[in-house]
């Protein structure tokens, strides 16, 4: 007798289930990308408000985004992320969602 017994998943459709758990709590990150239309102190400022970020991590962030093209500006559940990049999107930055490494 299997140990399943009584159970209605079958092997496959409980490791598939494991696998979607697991890919649900990888952590994401939000990635915003340097452009040729935002000011800096807009950029800062957009980090400050939304994120909550400090003064001086808003400006660190900020002076990475202009100097290194990009930063990683949060780091969290996949649909934290996705919201994230909507609302930098909205506040009109270039922003993507990749999966943290």
Do not use: C, I
């Not at 697991?22 to 800062?44: F, G, H, I, K």
């Not at 909550?52 to 990683?72: F, T």
């Not at 996949?78 to 969602?97: C, F, S």
Request: no cysteine; hydrophobic share 40%; aromatic share 8%.
């Amino acid at each position: 007798m299997s140990s399943t017994a009584g159970s209605t998943l079958t092997r496959e459709e409980a490791d598939l289930s494991e696998q979607q758990r697991a890919a649900a709590n990888r952590p994401y990150q939000v990635v915003v990308w340097n452009d040729p239309v935002n000011l800096m102190s807009y950029v800062a400022w957009v980090f400050r408000s939304y994120f909550g970020h400090s003064k001086e991590k808003a400006k660190k962030l900020m002076l990475q985004v202009h100097h290194e093209g990009r930063a990683v500006v949060a780091t969290g559940p996949r649909e934290q992320a996705e919201r994230d990049v909507t609302a930098m999107h909205n506040y009109g930055l270039q922003a993507t969602v990749e999966e943290a490494e």
